[in-house]
């Protein structure tokens, strides 16, 4: 079978209109149509049904577009994996990461990892922190790291390390002189860019009468932007501020009358599924971090 129908019959049967698959593969309208017709032929049955302008899936189109799917991903596998052979690696590890997680916790760990197999190959994928469990669970990546727990009943989770949160200001301010109240009066201050803390947070914010202007910043990498910029203050967990306040870009003040809360990072693996022995090496070598 010729892969280059499937590829377009796929096309067709996400976009279900000739001319924007047509526009998607860069090949001619009739093209398609020729495809399709080669396909249908092929297949021995009708693959969509038209009316006027409108185009839909057959039952048979359907059912045939599940094959299509796993035939064409064996074959770009294949090609993947005679690719990496030739490469000089001989096992495959996949990564689902948060951001925070890919930017903070990954480098070491990845440079360790790497000197230690370097026959494996290591693929990095990001999501936000919520959608790493679901992606585990769906065979994205054999191992996933991220900021809040996995709740999907096909994954197990573990925390990796706890990590303080502080109310992190800009370099200019001096933690000796100013009280955070008064900080929170001149600066708005930046929230849910981590997803786990920030209700309990601003609950006690609000109980203690502090004098807050909310702004929402959904990543903690743009958060630490603006605060170094001088425009707003947040609490965030220290690991992700480090550097910047051995540079003294950015400060922490005390928050005596808060209960600061405890940033988690999070392991997440598919339950009840044996991994490849590059993603065990990889968990080994997070139980010593």
């Known amino acids: 079978m010729d892969l280059k129908l499937l590829r377009t019959f796929i096309m067709m049967a996400k976009e279900l209109n000739f001319h924007r698959t047509a526009e998607r593969l860069y090949l ?4 398609v149509s020729v495809h399709i017709r080669q396909l249908e032929e092929l297949v021995g049955y009708p693959l969509f049904e038209r009316s006027g302008r409108k185009v839909r899936l057959t039952a048979a189109g359907e059912r045939f577009r599940l094959h299509a799917d796993r035939i064409l991903e064996a074959h770009d596998e294949a090609l993947s994996d005679l690719a990496r052979w030739k490469a000089g690696y001989d096992d495959r590890l996949d990564l689902l990461l948060a ?5 903070h916790v990954l480098p070491p760990l990845w440079k360790k990892y790497t000197m230690m197999h370097p026959n494996v190959e290591v693929r ?11 992606g585990i669970a769906a065979g994205r990546s054999h191992i996933g790291l991220a900021r809040s727990a996995s709740s999907h009943p096909d994954t197990e989770t573990r925390i990796l390390h706890e990590d303080p949160v502080t109310l992190i200001a800009p370099g200019t301010v001096d933690p000796q002189k100013v009280d955070y109240r008064e900080l929170l009066l001149d600066h708005p201050l930046l929230t849910k860019n981590h997803p786990e ?8 914010l609000h109980e203690n009468r502090a004098p807050i202007r909310p702004m929402s910043v959904s990543q903690v990498a743009v958060t630490r932007k603006l605060i170094i910029e001088g425009l ?7 690991s992700a501020v480090q550097e910047d306040l051995a540079k003294g870009d950015l400060v922490e003040l005390p928050t005596p009358d808060l209960r600061l809360p405890t940033a988690y990072t999070y392991v997440i693996t598919p339950r009840n599924k044996e991994l490849p022995r590059a993603a065990q090496d990889f968990l080994k070598l997070l139980q010593l971090a």
């Open 232 to 238: 707003g203050v947040s609490f965030l967990p220290k």
């Open 124 to 134: 990095i994928y990001t999501t936000l922190s919520p959608s790493v469990g679901p």
């Open 28 to 31: 001619a309208q009739p093209t």
């Open 197 to 204: 803390y920030w209700d309990e947070l601003l609950f006690q």
């Open 99 to 103: 951001p925070l997680c890919a930017e």
